[in-house]
Structure formats: C-alpha cells, structure tokens
C-alpha cells in the first residue's frame, strides 16, 4: 500500500526555545483537525516538542512539518524534518532520541540521504479518535 | 445545572486564574490546595472533571491522577492536567496515569483548556 499525504499541512520553524511551545500548539491543532482525542493530542504535542528540542539542543535551527498521511482506509499524523544536525550527533545520542521518540509515536525513521530526514507517524486507530 | 470542576492547584493566584477561566465558561470551581485533600473532596462529592497540577504539596498531581482512576467512585471522572511541567517524559507520565489530557501552562493553556472541556462534552 502506498502512503500518500494529506491535508492538513502545517509547518513550524524552530529557531529558539519560545518556538517549542509553538510547535507543541501547532501539533495539537494538526491532530485536532485529524480527529485524534485530547489525550494523544498532548501526546502528539509531546512528540513534536521533543523533536524540537533535540533541534535546539543540537546547535541548530530547523523546520518541523506537520501532514496527514494516508495509507489504505488508515489516516494518521506524520512529523517530518530535515535533520542535517543528525550528523553532529553521536550514534548513542541518535538512538536515545530515536527511543524517546519510539515511547510517543508509531513510527520513528531516521532515513540517512542528504539531507537526512527524521519522520515520525503517529497512526489515527479507533481508540484514539475523539468520541462523537 | 452547571457543571462542577474540582480544581487541585497548591497556587492561590493560579488557583483563581484558572477558577475565573472556568467560571466563564459557566462551570462550577471547587478547590482543593493538595492533593490528599484533592482526593477526599472528588471520593465525598465526585465532580463532573478534575483539573489537575501536577507540582503539589504531599502528594503529586501524578499520584492523585492515579489513585483517581483507581476508585471507583472517580475513576470515570475526565481529568485534565495543567502543569508547568512540560517535558515529553512529563506528558508520557502524565497519560499514562489516566489523565485525558495533559495542557501546559504556557500562552495557549487557556485555548487548550477550554477546547478540551469540549471535546470532552463538558460545555457545548
């Protein structure tokens, strides 16, 4: 099955420590709009803020986007960023951000091109929808 | 009949601040300063949601969270934790001791608790 994105389209540039708080209010919008519930909104939020702060805690700035994603009848929430601050980490400090990360979402990859991208994909399944 | 929220925040200042947020959505506030006495309150008069603190004398808003949906006299009661604490290990801590959701105190905490209080069925 081939994943394909959807809206909504969301993006946050994190340059300093003020822009985690808005990236943690952006990811609950995003998931808001998909139908998640309030709980994984603050989880979602979590996820995008730890994302954030490894960004900044790495030296670096950097663009965190927020789409829907969809794959078959499946719709969830994918994180994206360019990670060229990746290489400046250490491989213990690459997979303690990876487990981190792993605790919130479904889905953690770090894909090694240039630039490398870490993505994360947080899956909209029936116990996490908002209850009409 | 309005709806009534027990507020569990060791802050008097931040204790009204929330209270007026409530109140001006038409909820009802009771306030308990910590979190045994947090507890009592909800077992002796449950409310229709607890919000939370998290930082509190005795007893943490984690502990209350779970003894909460513990008993049975409260375990069905949303709560909503809003906290300083804004960690990613903070907020894991927090869900997954049945918070149903977990709002830091920052420039959006109010917009986050007021769409929460509706997803949750409490204002309309």
């Known amino acids: 099955m081939t994943r394909m994105n959807m809206p909504p389209v969301l993006s946050v540039d994190i340059e300093d420590t003020m822009d985690i708080m808005i990236a943690r209010d952006t990811a609950r919008r995003a998931a808001g709009l998909l139908g998640f519930s309030t709980s994984c909104k603050a989880q979602l939020a979590a996820a995008v803020a730890a994302l954030a702060e490894v960004i900044l ?30 290489h400046a980490m250490s491989s213990h400090a690459v997979e ?8 919130m979402v479904d889905e953690v990859e770090v894909v090694d091109q240039n630039p490398p991208t870490v993505s994360l994909v947080f899956w909209l399944l029936p116990p996490r929808q908002v209850k009409e | 009949m309005a709806l009534e929220v027990l507020l569990v925040e060791d802050s008097k200042t931040q204790a009204h601040q929330i209270r007026e947020t409530l109140e001006s959505v038409g909820l009802v506030v009771r306030v308990a ?3 045994p006495d947090g ?18 004398p005795t007893m943490d808003g984690y502990q209350v969270c779970r003894r909460l949906k513990m008993h049975p006299a409260t375990r069905n009661i949303p709560i909503i934790m809003l906290t300083e ?10 869900l997954n001791a049945g918070a149903d959701d977990y709002i830091p105190k920052d420039i959006f905490a109010t917009e986050h ?5 509706q997803e949750l069925g409490l204002l309309e």
């Open chain 2, 33 to 35: 300063y910590d979190g």
């Open chain 2, 113 to 117: 608790l007021i769409t929460s209080l």
């Open chain 2, 85 to 94: 604490k804004t960690s990613a290990e903070a907020t894991m801590t927090g």
């Open chain 1, 57 to 86: 805690k790495a030296g670096a700035e950097g663009t965190i986007h927020m789409n829907g994603v969809r794959n078959g009848s499946k719709i969830g929430l994918q994180i994206s960023c360019e990670a060229g601050w990746l």
């Open chain 2, 39 to 56: 507890i009592r309150e909800a077992v002796n008069a449950p409310p229709a949601l607890v919000v939370l603190d998290v930082k509190l």
């Open chain 1, 96 to 103: 303690e951000m990876h487990g981190k990360l792993s605790k």
